[in-house]
């Protein structure tokens, strides 16, 4: 299926690994001019030339941290006007309410909160301006289904559900279309890395992590291509009376009677 996406000019952070990199290279393939962020210059810089080479992509990247001051300000300035935002930076680390300090909620909420409602605030205007624009916040199914043991990813997740709602509500009046993509659990990197954290202490073998995805939906966790999938769908024409909502991707998992 043609998605109608080629020659648009889509940013995305968090591209360097991740649900942010096989988006990168799904809209790639769509034919899509990329502007990648992350921190990680190194691994930027192999994306860019692996977009190069397996699909002709003209890609920039750009190496930044955007919990500094200014930082998604800079980005917007120097991506230049883009039809596709991407949110996606930010990993939010596990923990109860008594494991958490004050100095870690402000830290992960910079990234993953903040960083995205004010790299939409440098944006948006532009989008508006040219008439139209597809934002996807990509933020995680514990928005909906919240559990003690990651309490602070699941308020940030809320809340980036509710800023996207509101905004989406009213964003069509500008041509501008804001979605929240949740994934449920994803096999990236981190979570494998988490998993096997979780099987040494509850199994006391890291090599038997997969056995803790016993219970999930089809004894499995997503994909990070199913989520790119969605996510390339969602920015696209074919999406085009989709605003102001969130759209889940994990196999039921929220809506379980049991969870992991």
Known sequence: MDLGLSGKHALITGASRGIGKAVARRLAEEGCRLTVAARSADALAALRDELAAAHGTEARDIALDLTEEGAPARLADEAGPVDILINNAGAIPPGRLEEIDDAEWRAVW?????GYINLIRAVYPGMAGAGGGAIVNICGAS????????????????????????LGGDSMNDGVRVVALNPGPTETEHLVRLTKGSAAEKL?????????????????????????????????????????TAVTVDGGYCNRGSLM
Request: charged share 20%; net charge negative; glycine share 8%.
């Open 110 to 114: 910079e990234l993953k909160l903040f």
């Open 143 to 166: 928005g909906e289904r919240p559990k003690a043991n990651y309490i602070c990813g699941a308020v940030a997740n809320a809340a980036l559900m509710a800023f996207t709602q509101a």
């Open 204 to 244: 006391g073998d890291a090599a038997r992590w997969r056995e803790l995805w016993a219970l999930l939906p089809d004894g499995r966790a997503a994909t990070v291509d199913e989520i790119a999938d969605t996510a390339a769908f969602l920015v696209s024409p074919r999406s085009s009376y989709t605003s102001g």
